[in-house]
Nanobody, 116 residues
Framework: QVQLVESGGGLVQAGGSLRLSCAAS????????MGWYRQAPGKQRELVAS???????NYADSVKGRFTISRDNAKNTVNLQMNSLKPEDTAVYYC??????????WGQGTQVTVSS
């Protein structure tokens, strides 16, 4: 079992930047996949970005070129650097981890609000 705690959300003007961080309660070195999802009001939860144990990344088309996901196994964290933010990025952002037996863990989320 792993606990995930997100931080770094807030209110920002369009075009601004935020950096989200997800802190895990234990080593993430053996966790297969970690990622960020988001859910806006009235919308389905969607994958924003993910990173594998080996460092491979993928991004939603809507954030490519603007967001960067990274993981720091030594610090047990995964980060999401968000640049050139748009109002459409407004959502609650959730950290997730997929471990053995396909067990999935979620943080409680952090609110990102982008104003025009």
């Amino acid at each position: 079992q792993v606990q995930l705690v997100e931080s770094g959300g807030g209110l920002v003007q369009a075009g601004g930047s935020l950096r989200l961080s997800c802190a895990a309660s234990r080593s993430i070195n053996s966790i297969n996949n970690m990622g960020w999802y988001r859910q806006a009001p009235g919308k389905q939860r969607e994958l924003v970005a993910s990173i594998t144990q080996g460092g491979s990344t993928n991004y939603a088309d809507s954030v490519k070129g603007r967001f960067t996901i990274s993981r720091d196994n030594a610090k047990n964290t995964v980060n999401l650097q968000m640049n050139s933010l748009k109002p459409e990025d407004t959502a609650v952002y959730y950290c997730n981890a997929v471990a053995k037996m396909l067990l999935t863990y979620w943080g409680q989320g952090t609110q990102v609000t982008v104003s025009s």
